[in-house]
T-cell receptor, first 110, second 113 residues
Framework: GQSLEQPSEVTAVEGAIVQINCTYQ??????LSWYQQHDGGAPTFLSY????GLEETGRFSSFLSRSDSYGYLLLQELQMKDSASYFC???????????FGKGTKLSVIP | DTAVSQTPKYLVTQMGNDKSIKCEQN?????MYWYKQDSKKFLKIMFS???????INETVPNRFSPKSPDKAHLNLHINSLELGDSAVYFC????????????FGSGTRLTVV
């Protein structure tokens, strides 16, 4: 089975940097994904780490350390529109199903 | 063109009824999924299905059944609806095993009264 843990809520100031952590326990692991979901909307793909290290996509970066079973999503130059829920997800060996953590609600304040 | 479309967007029904939610994808993906998102926003995988196998999450009641007429469609049929089935149901698709390519539909908000 798999479980992914992430903080339930984070608040940050517009223009700042925020890091959302994700730790996981899974029997076999193919990589860590991050998805964004605005209230009333659908989850949308942000980033994927198949290998250890940092992946950068514009203002968003994601990091994975397999030895620590840990990853994070880094959001820079926060904007009000970044207020949303962020989910980390992983695919375990044999299941080919993306399992999500419980999500982190990010509130960006002026 | 909508990549993953599901209908209806809203569904209100009484306990005990049977209902279906339809999903179609035009991305050419080989695997489709159903997720349930409860009031606490927890996204829980229910099923994954490709032309090879159906994987059912062990916690899903057998009142829920996926039906796939072809690889572009995966419908969700629910029998004997219960109050606890009220949630938002998301359909998604991807190429098998790739965590970076899940595309979600816009969701169906099911309310059981």
């Amino acid at each position: 089975g798999q479980s992914l843990e992430q903080p339930s809520e984070v608040t940050a100031v517009e223009g700042a940097i925020v890091q959302i952590n994700c730790t996981y326990q899974t029997s076999g692991f193919y990589g860590l994904s991050w998805y964004q979901q605005h209230d009333g909307g659908a989850p949308t793909f942000l980033s994927y780490n198949a290998l250890d290290g940092l992946e950068e996509t514009g203002r968003f970066s994601s990091f994975l350390s397999r030895s620590d079973s840990y990853g994070y999503l880094l959001l820079q130059e926060l904007q009000m529109k970044d207020s949303a829920s962020y989910f980390c997800g992983g695919i375990g060996a044999g299941s080919y199903q993306l399992t999500f953590g419980k999500g982190t609600k990010l509130s960006v304040i002026p | 063109d909508t990549a993953v479309s599901q209908t209806p967007k809203y569904l209100v029904t009484q306990m005990g009824n049977d209902k279906s939610i339809k999903c179609e994808q035009n991305l050419g993906h080989d695997t489709m999924y159903w997720y349930k998102q409860d009031s606490k926003k927890f996204l829980k995988i229910m099923f994954s299905y490709n032309n090879k196998e159906l994987i059912i999450n062990e916690t899903v009641p057998n009142r829920f059944s996926p039906k796939s007429p072809d690889k572009a469609h995966l419908n969700l049929h629910i029998n004997s609806l219960e109050l606890g089935d009220s949630a938002v149901y998301f359909c998604a698709s991807s190429q098998e095993g790739q965590g970076d390519g899940y595309t979600f539909g816009s969701g169906t908000r099911l309310t059981v009264v």
